[in-house]
């Protein structure tokens, strides 16, 4: 995926999760803020960030500016957590992502509802088999290793019990991770911030719903899924 007229900024505070204080070429803006999570260990005084412009395509927009990317040393990290399902959905389009158990497939539908939750991805395949697949974005790392969630999610835990039910009933059921980054060792589930979310995880695993992590090329104006990840569940996942 790719971003328009991308600007680049330093950031200077975060009134509120939806909009930041961003110094662009000597002026200060408020810029909408594409993430609602916390980033606290990202979006710090002085950090390099990256802003997609939307001047031309304002419509319903208040403020003029998204913020997209950051630069957390050196890596670079995207922001966005609706780019996590843009990419997959443009992975498995062009069948660069396999989900595991399935042939290619026929069918991508996003948006499908299940019990009382909407998961991500609706797939099927060239032998009918039927797929439900959530997406969740991964922006906290920490010397080479990445946690989520970076706050509590009970949606998150919702999405995960309800996998877990569609497995039961033969639906081919997984949880994608996209680490919004490159120069990742491992992927673990962020315990000691949401312990219910890591049980719950594991529990997912162990009902045979499939775990992948893909980490990805990220620019300052564009987004791709490149390689799989390591999981570690921790040791409470052999209990």
Not at 84 to 111: C, D, F, S, W, Y
């Amino acid at each position: 995926m790719e971003y328009q007229n991308i600007q680049k900024g330093t950031f200077v505070e975060r009134p509120n999760r939806f909009v930041a204080r961003v110094n662009i070429q000597g002026t200060e803006e408020i810029v909408h803020v594409k993430n609602t999570g916390r980033c606290k260990e990202l979006l710090v005084p002085g950090a390099e960030v990256y802003l997609e412009d939307c001047a031309g395509r304002m419509e319903k927009r208040k403020t003029r500016y998204s913020l997209v990317g950051v630069k957390k040393g050196n890596l670079m990290i995207n922001m966005d957590s609706q780019a996590p399902n843009q990419v997959v959905k443009e992975a498995l389009a062009q069948g660069k992502l396999r989900l595991p158990g399935m042939e290619p497939l026929i069918l991508v539908k996003g948006e499908q509802i299940c019990g009382d939750s909407r998961l991500d991805f609706y797939v099927e395949d060239q032998k009918g088999q039927i797929g439900l697949a959530e997406v969740k974005g991964v922006t906290l790392e920490e010397e080479g290793i990445v946690r989520f969630p970076d706050a509590p999610t009970q949606r998150g835990v919702k999405h995960m019990e309800e996998l877990i039910k569609a497995r039961s009933q033969g639906y081919l059921t997984w949880i994608i991770f996209v680490i919004q980054m490159k120069g990742i060792s491992f992927f673990e589930p962020n315990d000691a911030t949401h312990p219910e979310f890591g049980e719950t995880l594991r529990k997912a695993a162990a009902a045979g719903v499939g775990l992948l992590a893909y980490d990805c090329h990220v620019t300052e104006n564009s987004m791709v899924l490149a390689d799989p990840v390591e999981i570690r569940l921790g040791e409470e996942a052999s209990k």
